[in-house]
């Protein structure tokens, strides 16, 4: 257990918020559920896929049993159709926490979303879209190609030229896009360290061998536990027509199952395959911020269905650092 930084929140009359972050397959949800009960808090959902109803067992939702009567919010609001947006996560997620705050609670934000946990905590700035400028500087790279936009942009913002490579055209574009509709730099929009209300961030880790063994068991128990059947039912639901739920690990490939491009079995191993290229990339993310205490996940750990053994020592270690 890694010591982490000194905390802020010492003296301040506010009870903070309580971020469980980590790579998939930790025990996250577990853990929540733990600390809710031990601190008398309320659990707030950052998993984007979590957000969906009838995504259950391709997300390793929690189901209603095993939430030991702890309040969970931002579950099962948004149908497979509608696509999942960072800026109403952001919105809904802060009005649920302060309305808990408000209630006197403890709110615990637990997910392996990075970029919407840090749009909760962090001062993080959606500026809006507009199609057609977009479409215009999208068809500008297209005559001009990707070097000669980058440079209109390092001309106008050296600093998110800096950050963003010229073959990520996207986000060139997206840049540019900001910087036209805001007449501010694209980097003034993107988040500093700095939390918006009082925060302590607990982060699970395992090693690379133990997390890719817990990745294998969990889609192993999400194949024998009808995930088949799941994606059946929200394809018939109009799952294809969800950009964001579509595309979601085990559902997208399920769905190429379907269509009969793999077997049953090729769905099973890319979607392990994909689940451990998106641990890397949610490790990756979550290394960048110092403020995470980290709490390694023990190899004994895992026959725990509950996670009692890690969930008793991230509790002890959260309250010492809730004072």
């Given amino acids: 257990m890694g010591p982490g930084p000194a905390l802020a929140v010492t003296g301040t009359p506010e009870r903070p918020v309580v971020a469980v972050v980590g790579a998939t397959a930790t025990g996250k949800s577990g853990v929540a559920v733990a600390l809710a009960l031990a601190l008398g808090a309320e659990v707030v959902n950052a998993d984007?896929?979590?957000?969906?109803?009838?995504?259950d067992i391709g997300t390793a939702k929690l189901p209603v049993a095993e939430r030991r009567g702890v309040p969970h919010?931002?579950?099962?609001?948004?149908?497979v159709t509608q696509e999942a947006s960072v800026a109403t996560y952001q919105r809904d997620a802060r009005a649920?926490?302060?309305?808990?705050a408000d209630r006197g609670g403890m709110p615990v934000l637990v997910g392996g979303s990075g970029l919407y946990v840090r749009a909760v905590l962090d001062p993080l700035e959606f500026p809006g879209t507009d199609p057609q400028?977009?479409?215009r500087i999208s068809a500008t790279a297209t005559e001009i190609g990707p070097r000669a936009l980058h440079d209109r942009l390092?001309?106008?913002?050296?600093?998110?030229?800096?950050?963003?490579?010229?073959?990520?055209?996207r986000r060139v574009v997206r840049a540019l896009e900001v910087i036209e509709l805001t007449g501010r730099r694209f980097t003034a929009s993107l988040p500093s360290h700095g939390y918006v209300r009082p925060t302590v961030q607990v982060g699970l880790r395992a090693d690379?061998?133990?997390?890719d063994?817990?990745?294998?068991?969990?889609?192993?128990?999400?194949?024998?536990?009808?995930?088949l059947e799941e994606v059946r039912k929200l394809d018939a639901a109009g799952l294809r027509q969800g950009r964001t739920a579509s595309r979601a690990l085990g559902y997208s490939q399920v769905l190429?199952?379907?269509?009969?491009?793999?077997?049953?079995?090729?769905?099973?191993?890319?979607?392990?395959a994909a689940t451990r290229a998106f641990a890397r990339r949610q490790e990756k993310w979550f290394r960048r911020d110092a403020r995470i205490h980290w709490v390694d996940v023990d190899a004994s750990e895992h026959v725990d269905a509950e996670g009692v053994a890690l969930a008793a020592r991230v509790v002890g270690h959260v309250r010492s650092l809730v004072r």
């Fill in 73 to 79: 919010h931002l579950l099962d609001v948004l149908h």
């Fill in 133 to 135: 400028v977009r479409d």
């Fill in 48 to 55: 984007a896929s979590q957000l969906y109803r009838g995504m």
């Fill in 213 to 227: 063994q817990r990745i294998e068991r969990r889609v192993d128990a999400m194949f024998e536990a009808g995930l």
């Fill in 154 to 169: 390092a001309d106008v913002d050296p600093a998110a030229a800096a950050a963003i490579p010229p073959a990520n055209v």
């Fill in 256 to 272: 190429d199952h379907l269509d009969g491009r793999t077997t049953l079995a090729q769905a099973r191993d890319s979607t392990a």
């Fill in 208 to 211: 690379r061998a133990l997390l």
């Fill in 96 to 100: 649920v926490i302060a309305q808990i």
